[in-house]
């Protein structure tokens, strides 16, 4: 289980990340040149947003149940803080996490308040890049299994 949901977890940070970077785009485009803020273009922030919040289910359920790194440390906490890579999982890369999520989730809403086309793409291109930011700065890039889990 615990494999499965983290595989789950791993393949869902490629979508996200893929995802946040063509409404960035879109969005610093059609804030610059004045475009007009189509259907598709809400649709794509929905989705978004929706990775996010699918992200932290399944973040949430490894946290505190299945992740034997975060469970041990939870039984330990202060032990655990001495161990950069224990302190990593138990803390930072749930912290910052969570932080990107709620970004992206004041994004949206600050996408739905607005009602010119300009400062909804503004918004989408604020919130989600710094988002985005936070979210690359948490990945661990440098661990090979992780990057492509499963293969
Ligand atoms: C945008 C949100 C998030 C992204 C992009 C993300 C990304 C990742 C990545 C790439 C990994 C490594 C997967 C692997 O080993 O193949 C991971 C592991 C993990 N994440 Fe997240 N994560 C996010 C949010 C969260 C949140 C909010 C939590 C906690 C509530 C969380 C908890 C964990 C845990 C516990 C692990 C597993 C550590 C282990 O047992 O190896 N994640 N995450």
Redesign the pocket.
């Known amino acids: 289980m615990?494999q499965f949901i983290?595989?789950i977890?791993?393949w869902?940070?490629w979508f996200?990340?893929l995802l946040a970077i063509i409404v960035i785009i879109r969005a610093f485009y059609g804030w610059i040149g004045n475009k007009d803020f189509t259907i598709s273009d809400n649709k794509s922030t929905i989705y978004l947003v929706a990775?996010?919040h699918i992200?932290?289910l399944?973040?949430?359920i490894?946290?505190?149940f299945?992740?034997?790194?975060?469970t041990g440390a939870l039984h330990d906490f202060g032990m655990a803080m001495k161990y950069p890579a224990l302190r990593y999982?138990a803390v930072e890369?749930?912290f910052i996490?969570?932080l990107?999520?709620i970004i992206a989730q004041i994004g949206r809403i600050q996408i739905k308040k607005a009602h010119a086309d300009r400062a909804k793409f503004r918004s989408s291109a604020i919130y989600f890049t710094l988002?985005l930011v936070l979210?690359i700065s948490?990945?661990?890039w440098t661990?090979a299994?992780?990057?492509i889990?499963g293969f």
């Open positions: 615990y983290l595989f977890h791993s869902l940070r996200l990340l990775l996010f992200q932290l399944i973040g949430l490894l946290y505190f299945l992740s034997p790194i975060t999982w890369h749930i996490m969570l990107s999520i988002a979210i948490r990945i661990p661990e299994e992780r990057m889990r």
